[in-house]
């Protein structure tokens, strides 16, 4: 909901879509080889770290199923992070393909390393790195740095949208374009939803409320990641109020900001929330409020489009939520939950021994992000298989993928004709433009077509006498006169 929000009506239904085909990628490369490489015996029959599980591929052997499933939760997660950021511009054949790899590989290896018994960094190991390893009680590492990291890459990689931050003549603008979402109820529906789930998330990964000591701790992680979201969002929201009053002279109550605060602060939580106090928990989500817009406006400052703000909200809050328990961990709560308070937050001991091995595990999940997905990245763009084509940018995607719009107007935008009749001009064979094939005017954009006109005709260039018929009479005479200038061209 909060992804459909945030995007433009003419690509809705793609953005759905593309959200629901993440989870389908999720599930079949977390069921195919997610799980195995995860939770999978090792090399050897016994504790010893291995980088990967060499057991369990397609569930063969799993008994736990429930356990599985709320792990599938938690991969699906990281890959719908990136759907938001790459929409309105990204093909339909890249969704399925990089939600199978980064569930079905790169996930799965910062799982086992910081969440299974035989990884590294694990706390659960028998040897523990730093003599603690890495405290990451549901995921702000896990799962939002893990599916920031790869959103941040590949939005670089894919690029901005047609006319965010250059105009038609490729020169850039001196402040970026807006393009506002269509429905702001969807957007708060959205985050509504995601509150509400982020409990099981959280409370959830106590994985046990049948004893006294799972039942608190289960509560303790429900009653923080309330006091976070809600910390979160206030601080977002005020501090832009503050922020536009001195320098515009207006305060402002930029609904974007509370939202994104609220998930800003769910996000920074969710590594400490079985471990940390109530208090800190309001500074956490205080401190990522701020974090979620300092990383936003640094993304518009080097020009990296993000439809929905999932890079400020889960890279950028993620980290300061790994690091944030390398300062707030209670010693009791530590040792309640992982079985020892030898190294615990700053604050408490003065020993920045787990503070240290935070930084790493931060330092692990970027680099092993970045290692797989960049080369994948490059190498769909290098093929043409992730960015879509400028028309079919410019028209929408619920047009050109799926025919019709998502309120079944299938009235494509006048621009696609302007496009159509210049991509006429530079090769008479081919259908589709190039990102630098043409250039349209200001007045163009806004238009629209009176009448209706099948998509088919549009695309299909033989048909061009039948688009000119469906036009005004104003297009009429401009759409002659281009034909007749293409006649008397030729040699």
Known sequence: MLCAGCVRAKNVQNSMLKNL????????????????????????????????????????????EGFWLFQFAFAATSATIVAGTLAERCQMSAYLTYSYVLTGFVYPVIVRSMWSRHGFLSPLAEEKFGGVGAIDFAGSGVVHMTGGTT??????????????????????????????????????????????????????????????????????AAVNTTLSAAAGCVSALFINVIYTERRNGEAVFNSMYARNGCLGGLVAITAGCGVVDHWAAVFIGSVAGLIYLLSSEFLLRIHVDDVVDAIPVHFSCGVWGLLSVGLFAVPDFMDQHYGSSDHVGLFYSGDATLLGVQIVAGMFIIAWSLVIMCPFFLILHYVGWLRADSLEEMVGLDVSYHGRTSDGDEKPNIEYIEAMRLQKKKNKNTARVADNQFELTDAVRDERINGTISVQDIINISAQEEIINDFDSVERRDALDQREEMINSKP
């Open 151 to 220: 959103a941040f890459m590949a939005s670089y990689i894919l690029g901005a949208r047609r006319g965010r931050f250059e105009d038609h003549l490729g020169n850039t603008l001196k402040k970026p374009k807006a393009f506002p979402g269509h429905s702001d109820s969807l957007q708060f529906l959205g985050v509504f939803i995601l509150w509400f789930a982020w409990y099981g998330f959280n409370a959830g990964s106590a994985l046990t409320i049948s004893s006294d000591v799972g039942g608190k701790i289960a509560a303790r």
């Open 21 to 64: 085909l993440d989870a389908c990628g999720a599930a079949l490369g977390f069921w195919s080889v997610g799980y195995a490489f995860a939770y999978g015996g090792g090399l050897r029959d016994d504790d010893s770290y291995s980088f990967i599980g060499k057991t369990n591929f397609f569930m063969n052997g799993v008994e736990d």
